[in-house]
T-cell receptor, first 111, second 111 residues
Framework: NAGVTQTPKFQVLKTGQSMTLQCAQD?????MYWYRQDPGMGLRLIYY???????DKGEVPNGYNVSRLNKREFSLRLESAAPSQTSVYFC??????????FGSGTRLTVV | RKEVEQDPGPFNVPEGATVAFNCTYS??????FFWYRQDCRKEPKLLMS???SGNEDGRFTAQLNRASQYISLLIRDSKLSDSATYLC????????????FGQGTTLQVKP
């Protein structure tokens, strides 16, 4: 019972580099989300996908793009990483808003 | 003003103590309310939902006051294993599935 799997767990990027964070869920949930967590700020929604084929911006979408590849997978791309994007990134999935399941997170440092 | 506000703490209490956390939310149209628990460097996990009538799960009691727009969590007979950050979470109006997180309240239970 994997739940939500995120890769990679850790990453160090140089300013301007690009990368994609991968997320997959095996619970047949329709909705998937990407959050970032910074000290003193709590979790903030970057993008979400209410169902396969749809994506919408959250609270802090600038500098990010997403792809809902299929029902299982939802990726987050940083096209040109900036130090302000140093954070812990969590992917989550849910069937409606009850039963949010989070992945174990990706710790990203941009130098 | 943040949509969900919590006292970050930390709350330092001895084992066996009773501790209460409060949380306020700004959107009176918020529909659903939750407490999540997050251990250090781990992902958030659902602790319990919060209902208007109040609800209890073992040593944990959650209350919602819609008129005053605040949510509370009471932990009785604190255990060392209760040490964690407790996140107050609300859903905005509309059936979007999104969750809005408070920044969390840190609890440290001492022997």
């Amino acid at each position: 019972n994997a739940g939500v799997t995120q890769t990679p767990k850790f990453q160090v990027l140089k300013t301007g580099q690009s990368m994609t964070l991968q997320c997959a869920q095996d619970m047949n949930h329709n909705s998937m989300y990407w959050y970032r967590q910074d000290p003193g700020m709590g979790l903030r929604l970057i993008y979400y996908s209410a169902s396969e084929g749809t994506t919408d911006k959250g609270e802090v979408p600038n500098g990010y793009n997403v792809s809902r590849l299929n029902k299982r997978e939802f990726s987050l791309r940083l096209e040109s990483a900036a130090p302000s994007q140093t954070s812990v990134y969590f992917c989550a999935s849910s069937e409606r808003f009850y039963g949010y399941t989070f992945g174990s997170g990706t710790r990203l440092t941009v130098v | 003003r943040k949509e969900v506000e919590q006292d970050p703490g930390p709350f330092n209490v001895p084992e066996g103590a009773t501790v209460a956390f409060n949380c306020t939310y700004s959107n009176s149209a918020s529909q659903s309310f939750f407490w999540y628990r997050q251990d250090c460097r781990k992902e958030p996990k659902l602790l319990m939902s919060v209902y208007s009538s109040g609800n209890e799960d073992g040593r944990f009691t959650a209350q919602l006051n819609r008129a005053s727009q605040y949510i509370s969590l009471l932990i009785r007979d604190s255990k060392l294993s209760d040490s964690a950050t407790y996140l107050c979470v609300v859903t905005p109006s509309g059936n979007t599935g999104k969750l809005i997180f408070g920044q969390g309240t840190t609890l440290q239970v001492k022997p």
